[in-house]
């Protein structure tokens, strides 16, 4: 597995750890995402490997807004395979706003941050993404979901 430089990789684990710290991120450990991956192995792999994107590409992000918003770009905080629950269906097109009034609870969010996580469903949210940080979410989250939803766990993915 390819691994951040060392000093951003040090930074990446500080900003998840704060994030953490300071949220209900935890929650999402109970909800199921794609395959056998939880919503919040999902987000931390959406998230790393956005990072090593940006890196290996050398584009030109701010790493913090990138970290903060594809750590919490479903941070919707729900079980979306629950039937019996009361989301909004359908919850591709519904779960970037629920994320976005989570993440908005209980963090003060740049703009940038607000794009990445409510455009993050692009196309099937009309609205394009509107920053970088935001476009590289938006692709990363579609290799990831795809990787987790086709190699499960038992297969080495996760």
Known sequence: MKRLEPERERFFWQEIKTICKTSRVEQSKEFCQHG?????????????????????????????????????????????????????????????????????????????????????????????PGCMEAWIVCYIDKVCSTRETLYRKKRGYA
Not at 39 to 62: G, I, K, M
Not at 72 to 88: M, Q
Not at 112 to 119: F, G, M, S, Y
Request: glycine residues 2%; charged residues 20%; aromatic residues 16%.
């Open 36 to 128: 056998d991956t939880s919503v919040y192995q999902h987000s931390l792999h959406v998230t790393y490997e956005s990072c090593l994107f940006a890196e290996r590409f050398h584009l030109p992000v701010d790493y913090a807004v990138l970290i903060r918003g594809a750590f919490l770009h479903d941070y919707f905080l729900y079980d979306w395979h629950d039937r019996e629950h009361n989301h909004k269906r359908p919850h591709g097109f519904y779960h970037p706003s629920a994320a976005l009034q989570n993440a908005m609870e209980d963090f003060e969010l740049s703009a940038k941050e607000q794009n990445i996580i409510k455009r993050h469903m692009f196309p099937l949210t009309v609205i394009p």
